[in-house]
Each structure stands twice: as structure tokens, then as C-alpha cells.
């Protein structure tokens, strides 16, 4: 399988609709995976990383990622690409989401909620593609 480390960062979380169940975040996406066909010799062309343009980001194989309790998605045009010589890719992304959530209130203003987010591939089967929390720079 394509094993793709993730990092998320919660930038805001700005609404949360207790009739709707729901709330709204946004998040910095970033996700990694390795690539042989995108990787050059260093001591050939003397550039260890470089960041793609949209016209070629557009036309390197990214994850179909998508979150599970996710109601809406915006995705608000703020990426980008990094390609290593080794054949490292990082695309991160900046997303506005609205998350389902169940929420218990029955305790509050005492109450404490916990809403789970998960992800996955939309097109690829679990065999195909394995998200794993990544830890670290990269």
C-alpha cells in the first residue's frame, strides 16, 4: 500500500451548532509519502527540495483524502507541493470544514465533549492506501 503520514493542525475552530450537531474548523492538511518516480540525482542538478507551481501540483498523484464526519469542505486554494531528490512529497493544504459531532449536554454548562474525526481514501481501498499520524519535520 501507499503509506501516507498525516499531520493536522486546527488553525480555528469558529462555530459549533448544538441543534445542528456540528462544528466548523480550519485546518492545516499536511500529508507525505514517498514517490522513486519523483526523485532526482542531487549531485547532478544540486537541488535537494523544491516546491511545485499549481500547473504542476495539479499534475503529481495526491491522496483523495477525505474525513469521514465531514458535512461541507471548502478547500480554500492555499497549498502547496514540496518534491525532495529522494522522492519525499509533501502537499499541505488549508481546509474550512464543517464536522458532524454528537453531542451529550445533558451535564451542561459541566459538560466536556469529545468528537472524533477519521479519515480515508475516497477512491482507495484500505489495502491500497494507509493513512499513519506522522511525527516529526519532514
Known amino acids: 500500500p501507499v503509506i501516507v503520514g498525516v499531520e493536522m493542525f486546527i488553525l480555528d475552530i469558529s462555530e459549533l451548532d448544538t441543534v445542528e450537531m ?3 474548523m480550519d485546518v492545516f492538511l499536511r500529508q ?14 544540486q537541488v535537494d527540495k523544491m516546491v511545485l ?10 491522496p ?20 525532495s531528490h529522494t522522492g519525499a512529497v509533501l502537499w ?4 474550512r470544514m464543517t ?3 454528537s453531542l451529550d449536554l445533558k451535564r451542561f454548562p459541566f459538560d466536556q465533549q469529545t468528537c472524533p474525526v ?7 481501498a484500505d489495502k491500497d492506501i494507509l493513512f499513519i499520524w ?5
Open 99 to 101: 464536522i458532524s459531532c
Open 64 to 83: 483523495d483524502t477525505f474525513f469521514f464526519q465531514e458535512k461541507t469542505r471548502v478547500d480554500t486554494k492555499s497549498s502547496f507541493l514540496r518534491l
Open 134 to 138: 506522522h511525527k516529526g519535520e519532514q
Open 22 to 24: 456540528e462544528f466548523k
Open 53 to 62: 507551481g499549481k500547473e504542476e501540483e495539479a499534475m503529481v498523484w495526491r
Open 32 to 45: 507525505f509519502w514517498e514517490d522513486d518516480r519523483l526523485g532526482w540525482e542531487l549531485e547532478e542538478y
Open 118 to 124: 477519521s479519515m480515508e481514501s475516497f477512491s482507495m
Open 92 to 95: 499541505s493544504s488549508r481546509l
